[in-house]
């Protein structure tokens, strides 16, 4: 504090009580202003890109904002409007860090009448404009300005995500639009009433197998040695289809013989002891 402070203080009867060193907790109020304001700044330096470099224009420019917020604890209206008695206009306000064409008022015949520059604020008691000038990095104050605030000069490009890899289809074992169907050894007249291509499924090893094994096992008519006259018409024939001797070259009797074969009889055939004339 200045002399001439604690001379008016004394002056007016006023007596000054200050806090007790690195105890914040005595004035919340004010620290809890401060942090307010900071997030405000650090919101604005990352939304537009500026380094902190800008930190005192982004400070400034929160504090501008602010004022002319309505707040809850004074029942909805602002700081500007308790101060000045009537509703502030905002309508001027754009987004910081924000691309900028200032007229350029020393332009030549052929020079460009306009510099693209950058918002960093406002200045206080006009209404102008605070720009950044990146070519003779310096401020300029103007109110002659375009604003272009879907452009942010400083702001980081976005990364392009990478693109998702090619899925892999998996091989198909056979045609979606096909059916496999068993066609029955005698095919009937009715059509399928499906309109999807039909093939024939591949015969299976066991139905091979059966098939061969049965042209295999097919009884072969042997052939027969000349059947002998019985002496007497007693005697029992002899049947004329069962040969005599094994031969080893006739194919092995089937193991279920058709229904419609003779029986054979129980006891074995047996030769006969009388001469044969």
């Known amino acids: 504090m200045s002399k001439e402070f604690d001379a008016f203080l004394e002056e007016q009867g006023i007596t000054r009580e200050t806090s007790a060193p690195m105890t914040p907790q005595q004035?919340?109020?004010a620290e809890r202003m401060m942090?307010?304001?900071?997030g405000g700044a650090r919101a604005l330096l990352v939304h537009s890109?500026?380094?902190?470099?800008?930190?005192?224009?982004?400070?400034?420019?929160?504090?501008?904002?602010?004022?002319?917020?309505?707040?809850?604890?004074?029942d909805w209206r602002t700081p500007y409007?308790?101060?000045?008695?009537?509703?502030?206009?905002?309508?001027?306000l754009r987004i910081f860090g924000c691309r900028a064409w200032v007229l350029n008022d020393k332009a030549t015949?052929?020079?460009?009448?306009a510099k693209p520059m950058i918002l960093?604020?406002?200045k206080t008691g006009s209404k102008a404009y605070r720009l950044w000038n990146p070519v003779s990095r310096s401020i300029v104050i103007s109110t002659k300005v375009r604003f272009d605030e879907t452009d942010l000069p400083n702001h980081p490009a976005p990364s392009k995500p990478k693109p998702a890899p090619p899925k892999q289809q998996p091989l198909l074992t056979s045609p979606p639009d096909v059916e496999y169907v068993d066609i029955p050894i005698f095919p009937s007249t009715d059509e399928p009433s499906s309109s999807k291509p039909v093939i024939p499924r591949p015969p299976s090893p066991s139905t091979s197998s059966?098939?061969?094994e049965s042209d295999a096992t097919t009884p072969v008519k042997p052939k027969t040695e000349s059947t002998f006259k019985s002496a007497t018409p007693h005697d029992t024939p002899f049947p004329a289809n069962i040969p005599l001797f094994p031969s080893s070259t006739a194919p092995e009797p089937p193991t279920s013989?058709?229904?419609?074969?003779l029986e054979l009889p129980k006891d074995p055939p047996r030769r006969t002891k009388r001469q044969v004339k």
């Open 210 to 212: 059966s098939s061969s």
């Open 257 to 261: 013989p058709p229904a419609s074969s």
């Open 120 to 122: 960093v604020g406002y």
């Open 27 to 29: 004035h919340g109020l």
């Open 81 to 92: 409007e308790l101060l000045y008695g009537h509703v502030p206009n905002v309508s001027y």
């Open 109 to 113: 015949t052929w020079d460009p009448k």
């Open 35 to 38: 942090q307010t304001l900071k």
């Open 49 to 74: 890109g500026m380094s902190e470099g800008f930190w005192a224009e982004a400070m400034a420019t929160a504090v501008h904002v602010i004022n002319r917020s309505p707040r809850k604890g004074l």
